[in-house]
């Protein structure tokens, strides 16, 4: 009987599963969207039943369209979308509200009041500037403005945590109610050196530590699924990363100095640091896998915006059906007529971390079709990943010869021949664009003992095209010239309540 391996993507905008042979081929792949619920101007929320119900269809999903058993599947295992968090019952599994999403900005008036009184602390200690994006301000808006969760937790009934956390205590019954160093490293409340929670920085944030989980290592047999709660078997639930850095994992980039960039809902780049911990004004530092208690660190370079801009031109303005339309278009004209569009829907991440930074298209002229725009939103993906790449490359001391890339988008040839282009460096494109769900699969794999060691992912990543930069160096300086224009044209347009009450 063939043996197959389940990776679970709980991303921003839906959850992929993905069933792997033992060949490391891809048998089958499955994608439930979610909903995005915008309850007001700058907040984000998911409904975290609505999440579960998707992975259990997605996963059913791939054992379906490939012909395989339950009992087939060998290991399960999980990478998550990050900063998201929320707040349940432990006795019932409700949550008591919906997850914050990590683009929400409504604790973003809080975040500047930790950066002017414990920002270099918070820097130091969790190698994270304090902002919204990240999990502490959100767990504290849920304790602090939902009625009775101060109550709850007085009575031990609370539990807290980012999304994985949650999914793995529904996976195991509620038996298991842990997380990984990659991330909790993400929620402003673990210390880097010593990957774990933060007494100080709880104390500050008034989150107590006993609703929190536990950090285990990101590859490890954390429990057991149940057979309500995969289709009557039970299977070790045996590795968690935050999802772009299962993604580095699964590129094999293991080296000081390797990069790589996962396109999704965000966009998310990478340089490993090794065992050194590094810090960086435009970047943040995270530890990006914990495995046999050894600590591997990377630099951050976070993108709000970049799949999720075309989700916008699909959904909110309709100029286009879906996704995979935007390369014809992109192609259909020459460029893009001068019009540069910058998606700070949540403000801007690295290297900016302008939380009052909004979206922008500039350059608009009576020429202007729905092409122009369709093009430079793809083109605004390749620019952002190029700040960061040159905020990695002074940041860390590494250059870099080639960017490996995965995600969905990175399909569009459009774009990754864009992105070459603007990097003056090759993009290359792995066989398996879903590289995220793949490494969540390979690690829980290794935890089970398919695999001797780390250095075993090189042998199952295969290269299937690269792209080479076309485009002149006249051209590239002064697209980006344009480029920053616009972006120094969409920062700051939000004023903040207490400067207007100041005012």
Not at 95 to 112: F, G, K, L, S
Not at 144 to 168: H, P, Q, S
Not at 319 to 341: C, H, K, R, W
Request: glycine content about 10%; proline content about 4%.
């Amino acid at each position: 009987m063939e043996r197959y391996f389940l990776g679970i993507d709980q991303g921003t905008t839906g959850t992929t599963a993905l069933l792997l042979n033992h060949r490391w081929e891809v048998a089958a792949v499955k994608t439930v969207e979610h909903a995005q619920i915008y309850p007001k101007p700058g907040w984000v929320e998911h409904d975290p039943e609505e999440i579960w119900n998707a992975i259990q269809t997605a996963a059913f999903g791939v054992l379906q369209a490939a012909g395989v058993s339950p009992s087939q599947v060998v290991s399960i295992g999980i990478d998550n979308q990050g900063e998201t968090c929320m707040v349940w019952n432990r006795k019932t599994g409700r949550p008591v509200c919906n997850a914050i999403v990590w683009q929400d900005r409504r604790t973003a008036e809080y975040a500047d009041v930790l950066k002017e009184t414990y920002g270099r602390m918070i820097k130091e200690r969790t190698g994270l500037g304090p902002d919204a994006y990240f999990s502490a301000t959100k767990l504290k808006w849920i304790l602090d403005n939902v009625e009775g969760v101060r109550d709850m937790i007085d009575k031990g009934e609370i539990l807290a945590g980012t999304l994985d956390a949650y999914i793995i205590w529904r996976f195991t019954g509620g038996r298991a109610f842990v997380t990984d160093p990659s991330t909790a490293s993400r929620t402003m409340m673990m210390d880097l050196k010593t990957a774990e929670w933060d007494q100080e920085l709880l104390d500050i944030y008034g989150i107590p530590r006993e609703i929190l989980p536990e950090i285990h290592d990101s590859v490890e047999i954390y429990g057991y699924t149940t057979s309500e709660t995969f289709f009557g078997e039970r299977k070790p639930v045996a590795a968690s990363l935050t999802d772009a850095l299962a993604a580095l994992l699964a590129q094999g980039c293991l080296d000081a100095g390797d990069i790589k960039t996962s396109y999704g809902t965000g966009c998310f780049m990478y340089t490993n640091l090794g065992n050194t911990i590094r810090y960086s004004d435009n970047l943040i530092t995270v530890c990006s896998w914990r495995i046999g208690g050894m600590i591997n660190y990377a630099f951050d370079g976070g993108v709000y915006i970049a799949g999720a801009a075309v989700q916008w031109l699909r959904d909110k303005i309709r100029l286009i059906g879906n996704a995979a339309e935007t390369e014809m278009i992109s192609q259909s004209v020459p460029d893009t007529g001068g019009v540069y569009f910058v998606p700070a829907f949540a403000g801007l991440a690295a290297p900016y971390w302008d939380q009052y930074a909004r979206g922008a298209i500039v350059g608009i002229t009576g020429g202007t079709t729905s092409a122009h725009i369709v093009r430079a939103t793809l083109e605004s993906i390749a620019f952002q990943v190029y700040d960061n790449a040159m905020a990695m490359r002074e940041a860390s001391g590494y250059g870099f010869s080639a960017m490996k890339v995965d995600g969905g988008p990175v399909a569009n040839r459009f774009l990754m021949q864009f992105q070459a282009d603007i990097l003056a460096a090759p993009v290359d494109v792995p066989v398996v664009m879903e590289m995220t769900p793949f490494g969540a699969a390979w690690a829980a794999a290794l935890a089970v003992g398919e695999f001797s060691g780390i250095q075993d992912i090189r042998s199952v990543w295969k290269l299937q095209r690269r792209y080479e930069p076309r485009m002149s160096d006249g051209e590239r300086e002064d697209r980006l010239e344009q480029w920053h224009r616009a972006v120094e044209r969409a920062r700051g347009w939000i004023i903040p309540d207490r400067e207007k009450r100041r005012g």
